[in-house]
């Protein structure tokens, strides 16, 4: 699985747009991009997942340029509980179930 | 639709002891991945079991084992227990062998003395 690159940590403010970008250069043609969500003590979830150009689901965005080299999770107006440790992961579809976590980007957003 | 139980929540251990931990996915989900989080490593992959077949294992030694059953219900063992696997023990499903969003349980928190 493709290794990746993540801010460790970023601030803001309540109602804010915050955008966390992700580095993974060595994407394979059948990777596809997602993002985890986790707080404290519980387990991650999936936010978002896409393989070019742009997803946009109820929570957030991701932006992808076409060469795939990396990859920005959008959250609009984010709000205190939003808090949490954002991963990016890469990976083919095939996978068998082996998710490669890097250390996460810690989001804290202040009031 | 009930979303991934592991139980126990909590649990505390002597060195040396043994551990069994349980899992029940997503009805209908085939597929069981069990993850350690710590402080200092982060989240690492244990195992995955499709279909009652373990199907990849990450690097960790013997001690630590699992299973699936019929039900797809899955349990990891760990044995002779040592401070260090005090962790976030987490079990992820998914409904396919292609399938990449995973849903994960809250975990159960191990803690050896």
């Known amino acids: 699985l493709a290794k990746t690159t993540q801010p460790i940590s970023m601030d803001s403010y309540e109602g804010q747009e915050v955008n966390i970008t992700c580095s993974h250069n060595n994407i394979a043609t059948n990777d596809y991009i997602t993002w985890y969500q986790q707080f404290p003590s519980q387990g991650p979830r999936f936010i978002i997942q896409?393989?070019?150009t742009k997803v946009t689901n109820e929570v957030a965005s991701l932006f992808i340029p076409a060469d795939r080299k990396s990859s920005t999770l959008s959250l609009p107006r984010v709000s205190l509980s939003d808090t949490a440790v954002y991963y990016c992961l890469v990976g083919g579809a095939g996978n068998t179930g082996k998710l490669i976590f890097g250390q996460g980007t810690t989001l804290q957003v202040k009031p | 639709k009930a979303g991934v139980t592991q139980t126990p929540r909590y649990l505390i251990k002597t060195r040396g002891q043994q551990v069994t931990l349980s899992c029940s996915p997503i009805s209908g989900h085939r597929s069981v991945s069990w993850y350690q989080q710590t402080p200092g490593q982060g989240l690492q992959f244990l195992f995955e079991y499709f279909s009652e077949t373990q199907r990849n294992k990450g690097n960790f030694p013997g001690r630590f084992s699992g299973r699936q059953f019929s039900n797809s219900r899955s349990e990891m063992n760990v044995s002779t227990l040592e401070l260090g696997d005090s962790a976030l023990y987490l079990c992820a499903s998914s409904d396919g062998p292609e399938a990449y969003g995973y849903t994960f349980g809250s975990g159960t928190r191990l803690t050896v003395v």
């Open positions: 896409g393989y070019k």
